[in-house]
C-alpha cells in the first residue's frame, strides 16, 4: 500500500523539486526528474490517493473496477507518448463505442453514415449524405466561431439540434454561443459505418487497472521520490517552510487559486456521479449511454463492467449476477467542489492571461496540467505536455 510507504520524516523535506499533485502530470514530470536526472522530488496531493483524476477503485461488492472521477478511456495518436506509458503498463485492445438515446431511440455515435440514416429513416450512401447534411448545414458561417456554429457547420440544424444542442445545455449550462468550438471537433463524424468513438492510432485500456500503472511509475522512481498525500500545498506547515526556502516547484493545482483568485474566479464545470449496484447482469448492453434531451438531467450512464470483457471468462463480470452503474450530471462549480471542465469563456481567457502574466514572472514555480494550465486536456495530451515540460526546464534543474 503507497500510503504505508509514505514518509514523513524532515528529511523529505529537503527535496531538490517539490511536485504539487499526483494526476498523470505530476506524476510524469516526478518519473522524469528521478530517473533521467537522478533529482530527489517530493510528491504531494492533497488526495489519499495518487492518479488525480484518472484513478479507479474497485467496487467492494462485484470487484469491478470503477473510475472514480468519470469514465477514463486511454487513446492517442503520438508515437511518444504511447512509447511512454508502455514502460507502466501493458493496455488491453478494448475499442470505445458510445451509443445516445433521444426521443426514446437508441443512436450510434460518433455521428457516423448508421446515425444519419436512422434518423432520417433512409438509406443514404456516403455521397448522398454528404449532399444531405452539407445542405442542411448551409446556414452556418464559413469560419465557425462558437460551438453553435461548428456544430451546425459539422453535421446541420436537424442532428444538432438532437445530438448535440440539449446535451450540451445539459453539460455547460452556458450558450453554445459562448463555447469555443473545440469542444465539439473532438468528436468525430464519418460518412461510413465506423462507430469507433476515438480516431486515434493507439487505444486501450490499462490491463491490470489504471492504479497499477501509477503505482508501477512511482516504483520505478525508487528511492529518489517521496509520496506524501493528503497534502495541501496551502495549509500544510511543512510544505510551507519548503516553499519559503525557495524551493522550485511543479503546480498542477489550480492556477487562480495559487494567486488566491485575485482577477477573480475561471469557470469551471463539476460533475455529482451517482452509483448503483444493481442485480442485473447487463443494464445497457453497452459502456457508455448518453441522453440527448433535457431529460432525464444526466448526461451519460456508465456502466463499468463492459470496459474490461477480458477479466471474465464465461460472463462479463466476477460476480456476473450484478452491474454497477453510475449516472453523470453536470453542475456548475462553486470552490470546494471538484474543477473538471474548463467553461473557457472570453472571459475566462482574458483572465486567465492576467495569471499567466503572474505566473511568467514566478521564476521558480512552473505550472502544469489541466488546472495549472486551465485546459481541455485528454491524458496523452497531459503526458506530452508534461514530457515537453521536462525537456524545457531539464537544464535549470
Ligand atoms: P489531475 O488529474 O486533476 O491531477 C491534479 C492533482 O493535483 C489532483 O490529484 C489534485 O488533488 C492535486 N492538487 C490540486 N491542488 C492541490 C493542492 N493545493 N495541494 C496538493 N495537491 C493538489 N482523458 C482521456 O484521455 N480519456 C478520457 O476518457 C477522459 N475522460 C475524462 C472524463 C472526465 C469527467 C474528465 C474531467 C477528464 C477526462 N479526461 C480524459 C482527462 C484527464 O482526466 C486529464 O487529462 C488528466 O486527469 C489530467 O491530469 P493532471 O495531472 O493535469 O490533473
Ligand atoms: N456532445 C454532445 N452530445 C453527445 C456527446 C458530446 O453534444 O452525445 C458534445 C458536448 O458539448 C461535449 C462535447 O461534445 O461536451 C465533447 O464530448 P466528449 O464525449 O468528448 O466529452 P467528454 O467525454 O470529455 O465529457
Not at 462485484?62 to 508515437?79: Q, R, V
Not at 444542442?165 to 465506423?194: F, G, H, M
Request: glycine share 6%; aromatic share 12%.
Amino acid at each position: 500500500m503507497l500510503r504505508k510507504s509514505v514518509k514523513n520524516s524532515k528529511e523529505d523535506l529537503r527535496p531538490d523539486v517539490l511536485v504539487v499533485g499526483a494526476g498523470l502530470f505530476g506524476l510524469t514530470i516526478a518519473e522524469r526528474l528521478t530517473r533521467i536526472l537522478g533529482k530527489h522530488v517530493l510528491l504531494i496531493d492533497q488526495r489519499n490517493h495518487i492518479g488525480g483524476n484518472c484513478a479507479s477503485e474497485n467496487d467492494s461488492i462485484t470487484g469491478i473496477e470503477c473510475h472514480k472521477y468519470g469514465a477514463h478511456l486511454f487513446h492517442t495518436s503520438l508515437e511518444h507518448v504511447w512509447q511512454y506509458v508502455n514502460q507502466f503498463t501493458k493496455f488491453t485492445n478494448y475499442v470505445h463505442k458510445v451509443y445516445t438515446t433521444h426521443d426514446g431511440v437508441v443512436y450510434p455515435l460518433p455521428i457516423n453514415l448508421g446515425t444519419i440514416n436512422q434518423f432520417f429513416q433512409a438509406a443514404y450512401t456516403p455521397d448522398e449524405a454528404k449532399v444531405k447534411i452539407a445542405g442542411q448545414a448551409a446556414s452556418a458561417p464559413e469560419h465557425p466561431q462558437n460551438l453553435a456554429e461548428q456544430g451546425i457547420s459539422l453535421i446541420g440544424q436537424p442532428l444538432f439540434d438532437a445530438f448535440i444542442k440539449n446535451y450540451t445545455a445539459k453539460q455547460w449550462q452556458t450558450p453554445a454561443e459562448e463555447l469555443s468550438p473545440d469542444i465539439i471537433k473532438r468528436l468525430p463524424v464519418r460518412y461510413n459505418y465506423d462507430n469507433r468513438y476515438f480516431n486515434d492510432t493507439y487505444e486501450g485500456l490499462p490491463v491490470n487497472g489504471y492504479n497499477a500503472w501509477f503505482q508501477n511509475m512511482i516504483s520505478q522512481c525508487g528511492k529518489n521520490l517521496s509520496v506524501r498525500l493528503e497534502t495541501d500545498y496551502f495549509t500544510d506547515p511543512e510544505i510551507q517552510e519548503l516553499r519559503e526556502s525557495g524551493i522550485l516547484t511543479i503546480y498542477t493545482g489550480p492556477i487562480d487559486r495559487f494567486y488566491d483568485y485575485r482577477f477573480g474566479e475561471l469557470k469551471w464545470r463539476s460533475l455529482d456521479f451517482k452509483k448503483e449496484v444493481l442485480d442485473v447482469d447487463d443494464f445497457q448492453g453497452c459502456p457508455v449511454m448518453n441522453y440527448a434531451d433535457l431529460e432525464p438531467k444526466y448526461t451519460r450512464i456508465h456502466e463499468f463492467k463492459h470496459f474490461h470483457p477480458e477479466r471474465h471468462t464465461g460472463g462479463y463480470a466476477p460476480n456476473s449476477s450484478k452491474t454497477v452503474i453510475v449516472r453523470e450530471y453536470s453542475k456548475t462549480w462553486h470552490r470546494g467542489d471538484e474543477p473538471y471542465y474548463p467553461v473557457n469563456t472570453a472571459e475566462d481567457r482574458a483572465m486567465l492571461t492576467k495569471y499567466q502574466a503572474l505566473a511568467s514572472d514566478d521564476t521558480n514555480i512552473i505550472f502544469g496540467g489541466r488546472l495549472g494550465e486551465y485546459a481541455y486536456y485528454d491524458m496523452d495530451k497531459t503526458i506530452a505536455a508534461a514530457l515537453a515540460k521536462f525537456d524545457e526546464i531539464q537544464n535549470r534543474v
